[in-house]
């Protein structure tokens, strides 16, 4: 597999499947997984995994980097909503609610001696640029605080996603949207 020559169409879907496998088997029994366990899982042999995959680290990687992607997807799509607030709240609720247990893959990284601002790095601008326009269109609606930067809400997002993983319920989230809500907005 080289960056000139991209994958068959059979190989795309068996990447796909072993990431969907790995994001799976991973979230129910711990990255301390195997790679065997995750070929398993993808129906695919565990040479397969390890030709898209060389090691388990760059399928942690992997796995982050389509998280993060996915994250910058959702938070576009919520950028074109017609309630800007809504949507705003909506996204970093929800965000919030799925990256409690994906916040592993990132552990399990750093403990591979990959910091993870270096993992995420290929698509931190495509998600930053995402949560900007987001952010922007729900402090024009005046739903969210003017006073809240983009840096703001990324760093809560995280910060909330690991208070969820301690923290049964949805407190802690409460209480950033509170935070972050425009004085005077619903």
Not at 30 to 55: I, L, Y
Not at 114 to 126: F, L
Request: charged share 20%; net charge neutral.
């Amino acid at each position: 597999m080289t960056a000139d020559r991209p994958l068959r169409a059979d190989a795309q879907r068996n990447r796909a499947r072993v990431l969907a496998a790995a994001e799976q088997v991973f979230a129910e029994r711990g990255t301390a997984t195997s790679t065997e366990e995750v070929a398993r899982a993808a129906g695919v042999g565990v040479g397969t995994v390890f030709r898209h995959f060389p090691t388990k680290e760059a399928l942690l990687r992997a796995l982050v980097l389509a998280r993060l992607a996915r994250i910058a997807a959702e938070a576009r799509a919520h950028a074109a909503a017609p309630d800007p607030g809504a949507a705003f709240f909506d996204f970093f609720a929800a965000t919030v609610r799925s990256s409690a247990s994906k916040l592993e893959l990132v552990d399990a990284l750093a403990e591979l001696g990959v910091h993870p601002n270096e993992s995420v790095a290929p698509v931190a601008a495509e998600l930053t640029e995402a949560v900007a326009a987001l952010l922007q269109r729900a402090q024009q609606a005046a739903a969210v605080r003017a006073d809240v930067g983009v840096g703001d809400v990324v760093a809560l997002l995280a910060g909330a996603s690991q208070a969820r993983r301690h923290t049964p319920g949805d407190r802690p989230l409460t209480v950033v949207l509170d935070g972050l809500r425009a004085p005077g907005a619903p």
